[in-house]
Nanobody
């Protein structure tokens, strides 16, 4: 499985961005997908995840009500729609794929086997 994240950029506080993750590999549609972020000097943290079917989603408290994760298995894409962005959302954002759909597991970065490169999101105040 190969992943490529893109769509980051510079946005003012209150603005929106849509991140995309292009996936390749035969089994990608059967895997849960997650978005994580890492700010300078901080650990990588869970943002959101979606089950292989798209029927279940999970969000970090910081993302609830502002971010929406989705996927389109027809084109092997995952998305993270981010609204009402805040300066504290500034980070490199990564997409990742995991076989598990267990709620506790999909929130842990070390459990993911496949990662895309980061795409930088900068939110100015």
């Amino acid at each position: 499985v190969q992943l490529q994240a893109y769509g980051g950029g510079l946005v003012q506080a209150g603005g929106s961005l849509r991140l995309s993750c292009a996936a390749s590999g035969r089994t990608v549609s059967s895997r849960s997908m997650g978005w994580f972020r890492q700010a300078p000097g901080k650990e990588r943290e869970f943002v959101a995840a979606i089950s292989w079917s798209g029927g279940s989603t999970l969000y970090a408290d910081s993302a609830k009500g502002r971010f929406t994760i989705s996927r389109d298995n027809r084109v092997n894409m995952a998305y993270l729609e981010m609204n009402s962005l805040k300066p504290e959302d500034t980070a490199a954002y990564y997409c990742a794929a995991i076989q598990s759909s267990h709620v506790a597991t999909i929130q842990v970065p070390s459990k993911y086997a496949y990662w895309g490169q980061g795409t930088l999101v900068t939110v100015s105040s």
